[in-house]
Each structure stands twice: as structure tokens, then as C-alpha cells.
Nanobody, 124 residues
Framework: QVQLVESGGGLVQAGGSLRLSCAASGRTVSFYAMGWFRQAPGKEREFVAAINWRGDSTRYAEPVKGRFTISRDNAKNTVYLQMNSLKPEDTAVYYC????WGPGSPSLKEYQYWGQGTQVTVSS
């Protein structure tokens, strides 16, 4: 089993930055692709970013391209999401997830393990 714990969320003004962390325990995730998703109130959970196990291939949702950066430190069993130029529409609960078999898909169904989420609120 893999346990994922997100941290780093909070309240920030528009234009500000936050760095989310996702720490894994129970089993190494070094060979798993990892993803970040978010869910705003009243909306479905949506893909944000994903990274392959080596960390040399990433993909992003269009709304966050050029502003968010996903990275990983396999020695620390941790994945990060650096979020810059934040907008009020980025307000959501952010979740990290592990994809055991794939390269890091934008589809929620491909992920087997999920964290509990961390709240990000961007004020205008």
C-alpha cells in the first residue's frame, strides 16, 4: 500500500506562488508516475499535471501551462507542484495520485493511490 500526504496549501493573493508537496510512505513511488489533480466546489476533479517515474517527461493541463511546474525527488519519495502567477480560478482542493502502471495519464481512472488533498485558495 502507498500512502500519500499533500502539504503546502493555503491562502494566497492573485499573482502569488505556492509550492505543494506530496510525500509518499508505505512503499517507494520511485517507479510510479505521479499526478496532481484539483477539485473546485461544485466541479469534477480535473487533471493538473503529471510526471513519469524518471522525472524526464511531464504534461500539463492547458489552464496551468507556463505557470505550474511538476517535479519529483525520488530519493525523498516526494513530488512537488510549484504554482506561480496564481489566479482565483486556481482555487480548489489539490490532490496527488500515483499511477503504478502508466506513464502519467491525465485520466483519473489510471491512478490507483490518492492523497487526502490540500486546500488552495487564491483571493482576488
Amino acid at each position: 500500500q502507498v500512502q500519500l500526504v499533500e502539504s503546502g496549501g493555503g491562502l494566497v493573493q492573485a499573482g502569488g506562488s505556492l509550492r505543494l508537496s506530496c510525500a509518499a510512505s508505505g512503499r517507494t513511488v520511485s517507479f510510479y508516475a505521479m499526478g496532481w489533480f484539483r477539485q473546485a466546489p461544485g466541479k469534477e476533479r480535473e487533471f493538473v499535471a503529471a510526471i513519469n517515474w524518471r522525472g524526464d517527461s511531464t504534461r500539463y493541463a492547458e489552464p496551468v501551462k507556463g505557470r505550474f511546474t511538476i517535479s519529483r525527488d525520488n530519493a525523498k519519495n516526494t513530488v512537488y507542484l510549484q504554482m506561480n502567477s496564481l489566479k482565483p480560478e486556481d482555487t480548489a482542493v489539490y490532490y496527488c495520485a500515483a499511477d503504478v502502471w502508466g506513464p502519467g495519464s491525465p485520466s483519473l481512472k489510471e491512478y490507483q493511490y490518492w492523497g487526502q488533498g490540500t486546500q488552495v485558495t487564491v483571493s482576488s
